[in-house]
């Protein structure tokens, strides 16, 4: 328990230092951090030492509620690329927050309840102390139905969780083979990571009527966690030859990354100019073409002409389908999205959708 303790609360520093702020890794730094914490609350019950801070007992509860949710925020920012806010996710802290707001009765507690609390979970042939006179235990209800709430809290995250990766399943490409394990894979192993774990709920929270088995699934954890690890470490560019070589090392000396360059190309729609190439991007971007092409190959699978031509179908199956370019020709509409050519933009749209233009509208406009 203790070193898989210790290694959430490192590697979450790592991801901290070396991500974005808002980016997915970040997230994913975030669940780490609480997962650790928590683990911590536990590992304090389990070997005696929450006597020195029995003012912080059960007070990770809240934090417990958030573990599953911070996987699917990690989940929906990695496949969706899109920034996690309050203000649209609002909903997904909800049961936290309000879990909290109940038990806000038993933080204000006096230290002998907190006590009494630790006691009868763990140590219950230790008789308990006395309390002082009016102290009322009306947050108990809500306590008492914590494993409920987590089970179902697990359950619904990672159905959630499931209807991202099927959403996502037909739209990303696999990666190619210099890539050992790619965003879909990873985030699809943590989703069967989640099920593994509502599996040992299951049986810790059947076998054992209090806390007493807590540790098992801080355990489960931990090793979770060293999986991670050595998954950041096997993807880690200190094992492999590009990191050794020199000219690696000024391709991506600039700190460009794949956001940037999603970030540049979705603000002035540039990649719907003919114009568009791997060099004038780089030029751009004040970076190596060669690195720019690394970087669109390692995160979608795509060389740079794919990855520009399915941005530009996705924008013409939009054309197509609406009344407003009704005037204009496939061919037209080819053109406008970048295209210089019919038989281009045919190909192009042919080896992306399935199907060419022409029947693509058919089977929609109806």
Known sequence: MFLGIVQAYFLSLVIFVRSKAGSAIRIFGWALLIQAIVCTDTYLCYTGLMKYTLHANDSTEPLVLLIVPSIYFFTYALLERKPIRLKTHWMHFLLPVLYMLTQIGYYTSPLEVKLNAYLDAYHDAIPMVAVPEGTTYKYQLIKSEFRWLILISVSVYIVLCILLLVKKRKTIKPATQKVKVDKYV???NSVLSLV??????????????DDAGDHYIVIFMAALTFVSSV??????????????????????????DFVDIE?????GLSFLSSEMSLKSLASHLDVNANAVSKIINTETGYNFNDYINQKRIEVAKGKLLDSQYAHLTVEAIGQSV???????????????VGISPTQFMKQNKG
């Open 186 to 188: 990873f985030t699809r």
């Open 196 to 209: 593994l774990l509502l599996g040992v709920l299951l049986f810790i929270f059947l076998r054992y009527d």
């Open 231 to 256: 998954f950041i470490l096997s993807e880690s560019r200190f094992f492999e030859n590009s990191w050794i070589a020199d000219k690696y090392e000024t391709l991506t000396s600039n700190g460009v």
């Open 263 to 267: 970030t540049y190309l979705q603000e």
């Open 338 to 352: 970048g295209f210089n050519s019919k038989s281009t933009f045919y190909n192009a749209f042919k080896k992306h």
